[in-house]
């Protein structure tokens, strides 16, 4: 049979390049609600409050009460790498925060409805806008695409509706709304842990039952009573340690050795970002496998910081993976310290059976 003739390639469309590029961004609905959570961290809130429906994929909404948007800045806001924290690429490497691309929002609004109301303290009202496609959007058909004033109170909310309405395919891989509820559950209670002066609420719509809930006022081992409950929270020891030539410092809440649970849960959280670490996982199992009968496994909060320009985030636009220079030295002294700290309670233990 004679070969068939090729096929022209053409280049994607503009629209259809946005949508794959926010779906590899955003996977699922935890994947928005991580970037919503770390610009209300960012804008300096105290309060803040998450609202889900149908594992957020329906409806994915936070509000806080940070220091808002500009009425000026909503029609730029979607557009990609629009950002107030980067101003030139320099910028890049000793910038604190790293939630800096953006192309968060941007992302949001190629695959969800999005609306954003937003006051800021100089603002006499609120701001209502919203978005499809990077570009401010009218909220039904025939009306205009302005920001409408209305009453609201100074702070930022943020409403993602019909997540993935656009991509049916990925829509539909999604079996259980009660497996995405519990991925955002995590997330929530990961950042209440972190975000000290912060209080922090997560709960589906029309129910009152509270998934997390923490108060501005907790401190670090109320807060995780409050998400992992007192058997952990009543055995915990927090150690810190920093080195000047590996540009690091860290503070650490861990279990003791009379915790033993059957998975590790490993709370990370480099320069104020949650993120995973294979790596540092395996270490620190390591480290607990003198102090844990076999099978046993430990809690830990690590929050560890890095000399931004040690740091790089730019692996994956998801952020998820970040790696640092000096990995091993950097995770061998935690370890040590660890190690230490661990000795020290077991040292107290037998001394108190002792006697
Ligand atoms: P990035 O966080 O990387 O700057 P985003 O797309 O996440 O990019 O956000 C774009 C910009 O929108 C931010 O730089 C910030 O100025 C503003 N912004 C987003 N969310 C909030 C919020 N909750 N409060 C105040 N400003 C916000
Ligand atoms: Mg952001």
Redesign the pocket.
């Known amino acids: 049979a004679p070969l068939p003739a090729p096929r022209r390639i053409k280049a994607l469309s503009q629209d259809v390049v946005n949508k794959i590029a926010a779906g590899e961004i955003i996977v699922a609905p935890v994947h928005a609600l991580k970037?919503?959570v770390?610009?209300?961290v960012?804008?300096g809130?105290t309060a803040l409050e998450v609202v889900v429906k149908d594992g957020g994929l329906k409806f994915l909404q936070?509000t806080?009460n940070?220091?808002?948007?500009d009425k000026e800045?909503l029609s730029i806001?979607?557009e990609r790498f629009?950002?107030?924290?980067?101003k030139a690429f320099e910028d890049l490497s000793s910038i604190g925060?790293y939630?800096?691309?953006?192309?968060?929002?941007?992302?949001?609004s190629h695959i969800a409805h999005l609306s954003?109301t937003?006051r800021t303290k100089e603002s006499s009202c609120a701001w209502r806008a919203h978005y499809a496609d990077g570009k401010l959007a009218s909220a039904k058909p025939g009306q205009s695409a302005e920001p409408k004033p209305i009453a609201g109170r100074p702070?930022?909310q943020?409403t993602v509706e019909d997540l993935f309405y656009n991509i049916p395919s990925r829509r539909r891989a999604f079996r259980s709304a009660s497996e995405e509820y519990a991925k955002i559950l995590e997330l929530v209670g990961k950042y209440a842990v972190h975000c000290s002066g912060v209080s922090f609420s997560c709960k589906k719509q029309g129910d009152s039952t509270i998934g997390v809930s923490v108060p501005m006022s907790a401190g670090t081992v109320d807060r995780i009573r409050q998400i992992h409950g007192s058997s952990v929270a009543s055995e915990l020891v927090n150690f810190k340690a920093e080195n000047v030539r590996w540009g690091f410092k860290c503070q650490a809440w861990i279990s003791n050795a009379n915790y033993i649970s059957k998975r590790t849960t490993l709370l990370l959280f480099i320069n104020h970002r949650a993120v995973e670490s294979a790596t540092i996982k395996k270490a620190v199992e390591q480290t607990y496998a003198t102090f844990l009968p076999k099978g046993g496994h430990p809690f830990i909060y690590l929050s560890l910081d890095i000399d931004p320009q040690r740091v790089d985030v730019n692996v994956h636009p998801t952020k998820r993976e970040v790696h640092f220079l000096n990995e091993d030295e950097i995770i061998a002294i935690i370890c040590d310290e660890m190690c230490d700290s661990l000795s020290k309670v077991d040292t107290s233990r037998s001394f108190m059976t002792q006697s």
């Open positions: 970037e919503l770390e610009n209300a960012d804008a809130s936070i806080d940070g220091h808002g948007i800045d806001l979607c629009t950002t107030s924290k980067l925060t939630g800096f691309r953006g192309e968060a929002l941007a992302s949001i954003v937003t702070g930022t943020i």
